[in-house]
């Protein structure tokens, strides 16, 4: 049974950070590309990065660029997504995703077959 979770959001005050975590079962991790998106109130969901299968590639959202990291542990089955100087905006629910294709440039949910149920992260002072 394929499953994906998610931990580590919470309330940070702007400047702040905070690492989440997405622990995968069910599929062999390292066959798969992982992303991780967000959907704030009433907005659509949106790419903030994703990494390939090995960790060796990755490519991020401008919005996030420079104070989001993300990485990938395939001895324990875990993405991660380090978030630093976080901003009000960046405030929405955080979900991690697989699909089976590095697709560089691609910043759409095309192809993530694999969803997990997501993580709040809230920005605010």
């Known amino acids: 049974q394929v499953q994906l979770v998610e931990s580590g959001g919470g309330l940070v005050q702007p400047g702040g950070s905070l690492r989440l975590s997405c622990e995968a079962s069910?599929?062999?991790?390292?066959?798969?590309?992982m992303g991780w998106f967000r959907q704030a109130p009433g907005k659509e969901r949106e790419f903030v990065a994703h990494?390939?299968?090995?960790?060796?590639?990755?490519e991020y959202a401008d919005s996030v660029k420079g104070r989001f990291t993300i990485s990938r542990d395939n001895a324990k089955n875990t993405v991660y997504l380090q978030m630093n100087s976080l901003k009000p905006e960046d405030t929405a629910v955080y979900f991690c995703?697989?699909?089976?294709?590095?697709?560089?440039?691609?910043?759409?949910?095309?192809?993530?077959?694999?969803w997990g149920q997501g993580t709040q992260v809230t920005v605010s002072s």
């Open positions: 990494i390939s299968r090995s960790g060796g590639s990755t």
């Open positions: 995703a697989a699909r089976p294709t590095w697709y560089s440039g691609s910043q759409d949910s095309a192809g993530y077959d694999y």
């Open positions: 069910g599929w062999t991790f390292s066959t798969r590309v």
